[in-house]
């Protein structure tokens, strides 16, 4: 792409950026997010320097960091964060980046525990944490609680970690597939995950963005997106204390499917499918007792 040495204010660069987006079919409010990011401002400060003349190398850094975004490179991946649950987050390629309706999951199970336990000392497991955002924000917004976090992948935990480092919660980091680690070494009397749960055949329709880009082992749950519940829901008698919480995030048509998952395996439990903002199923949460 030819250099336009011409753009030098702010507003200027972001038109240049939005129109080049644009034609890439990607979000112009990316350009927001890399001009605040290029020069250090939330948006707030970002609107109320439009006129500010940027420098050659800001300017370099900022049309830089669109072109790789117009490639299809995840613009959280490209300034190494995403925002969750008010806190920066560290993320890379080897692991998911946060979305929103996480952030549901997250104060859904807050919610859900301090209703359904007197006592808030609770041991709580989030199974397949990617870059720990469940693990660090429960305990952060909950610092009574125990958390162990488990993941698979080594390079994700990594990234899990420095995040609990950067942001000073305390989590237990265990290695391994889903539940199968934590099967005779401790109970829970809350489990909560983000499991994978796109249907392979769904991969060609989603966006270069996510499909090119993110871990596959992170976003894909077989056939019918299924699989990680089934696994995990299997294994939930190993793991979970006389009195559980559980709680899922699904895809926006599994919450008929999980929550008669939960039932097989414990008729007795109270299962909610709850909805996101946009109107959309997106958790189950069961409560178990006396299993």
């Known amino acids: 792409m030819k250099r336009n040495e011409s753009i030098r204010k ?7 950026a ?18 605040e990011f290029c020069l250090g401002m939330g948006r707030t400060e970002l609107l109320a320097n439009m006129h500010r003349p940027l420098n050659a190398t800001e300017f370099e850094t900022f049309q830089q960091m669109i072109i790789q975004h117009g490639e299809g490179v995840p613009i959280q991946y490209v300034i190494g964060y995403e925002e969750f649950y008010g806190r920066k987050f ?8 946060p979305r929103p309706e996480t952030e549901e999951l997250v104060l859904g199970t807050i919610t859900r ?4 336990f007197s006592n808030q000392a609770l041991e709580v497991v989030d199974i397949g944490t990617g870059s720990g955002v469940i693990a660090i924000t429960l305990k952060l917004e909950v610092p009574t609680l125990h958390v162990t976090a488990t993941d698979i992948s080594t390079k994700t935990l990594d990234v899990a970690k420095n995040n609990a480092r950067t942001l000073g919660a305390n989590i237990e980091w265990v290695e391994g597939d889903l539940l199968t680690p934590l099967i005779g070494s401790k109970r829970f009397d809350c489990v909560v995950s983000n499991p994978p749960y796109i249907p392979i055949g769904e991969k060609e329709n989603l966006s270069v963005i996510v499909k090119n880009y993110e871990p596959e082992r992170a976003l894909f749950g077989g056939t019918d997106g299924l699989v990680y519940y089934r696994k995990m829901i299997e294994q939930l008698p190993n793991i979970l204390k006389r009195k559980a919480l559980v709680g899922f995030e699904i895809g926006h048509t599994q919450g008929d499917a999980v929550a008669k998952l939960l039932l097989n395996k414990f008729p007795n439990a109270k299962v909610e499918i709850v909805k996101d903002l946009n109107g ?12």
């Open 18 to 35: 939005r129109q080049f987006l644009r034609e890439k079919g990607r979000e112009e409010n990316v350009a927001h997010i890399a001009m």
């Open 113 to 116: 525990m301090k209703k359904s």
């Open 10 to 16: 702010v507003f200027e660069a972001l038109n240049w």
């Open 90 to 97: 560290h993320v890379n390629e080897h692991c998911l980046i």
């Open 280 to 291: 959309k199923q997106r958790m189950v949460f069961a409560f178990i007792e006396s299993m």
